[in-house]
């Protein structure tokens, strides 16, 4: 994964992000305090980043890809912790893992967008973008040329039997 979206991962695993919450700790007054992806409740990391309707049905949606039924934990930390003791092994691995950074990514991005652009996304865009960001990584990472990026992207169950 691109650094940047490793160090984001990380900084919302230790609850330091810049959500509404922390800004509000360090004294810095905001007029809206929820949050931007459901308006509902104060955006807290892992709320944004979990627990919000939309971020949680955006897990379950990757989490249905591949084939998984899962219970929401109490943090991002939590999450990532049983994401990534995970048994995958080679390139099945390699996606598995980079989509947990494509999520906590995507949502950030949409988050920013809201407001700073006023843009929303639907659920399905962000999904997709997802699996389009999941495809890009692993395309560079392991220099695939065989596959397009629609084949990569639509087909995860025919991937993940390459051996690499």
Same mark, same amino acid.
Not at 48 to 70: A, P, Y
Not at 110 to 123: A, E, G, K
Not at 137 to 150: A, H, N, Q, R, T
């Given at each position: 994964?691109?650094?940047?979206?490793?160090?984001?991962?990380?900084m919302v $695993?230790?609850?330091?992000?810049?959500?509404?919450?922390?800004?509000?700790?360090?004294?810095?007054?905001?007029?809206?305090?929820s949050?931007?992806?459901?308006?509902?409740?104060?955006?807290?990391?892992n709320?944004?980043?979990?627990?919000?309707?939309?971020?949680?049905?955006?897990?379950?949606?990757?989490?249905?890809? !591949?084939?998984?039924?899962? =219970?929401?934990?109490?943090s =991002?930390?939590?999450?990532?912790s !049983?994401?990534?003791?995970?048994?995958?092994?080679?390139?099945?691995?390699?996606?598995?893992e980079?989509?947990?950074?494509?999520?906590?990514?995507?949502?950030?991005i949409?988050?920013?967008? $809201? $407001?700073?652009?006023?843009?929303?996304?639907?659920?399905e865009?962000v999904?997709?973008?997802?699996?389009?960001?999941?495809?890009?990584?692993?395309?560079?990472?392991?220099?695939?040329?065989?596959?397009?990026?629609?084949?990569?992207?639509?087909?995860?169950?025919?991937?993940?039997?390459l051996?690499?």
């Open positions: 994964m691109p650094p940047k979206v490793e160090i984001l991962a990380w $695993i230790q609850e330091r992000v810049a959500t509404k919450s922390i800004l509000i700790s360090k004294n810095i007054v905001l007029n809206d305090l949050c931007p992806l459901c308006s509902l409740c104060l955006e807290t990391p709320h944004l980043f979990l627990h919000c309707k939309f971020s949680w049905t955006v897990w379950s949606h990757i989490l249905d890809w !591949w084939h998984f039924f899962w =219970v929401c934990p109490p =991002v930390g939590g999450m990532a !049983w994401w990534f003791d995970s048994s995958f092994r080679n390139l099945k691995k390699h996606v598995w980079a989509c947990f950074f494509a999520i906590i990514w995507s949502l950030w949409m988050r920013n967008r $809201i $407001i700073f652009q006023n843009v929303t996304s639907s659920l865009e999904v997709d973008l997802i699996k389009y960001r999941v495809t890009m990584w692993m395309k560079v990472k392991f220099d695939i040329k065989v596959y397009s990026i629609e084949d990569f992207k639509g087909y995860l169950d025919g991937i993940r039997l051996k690499l």
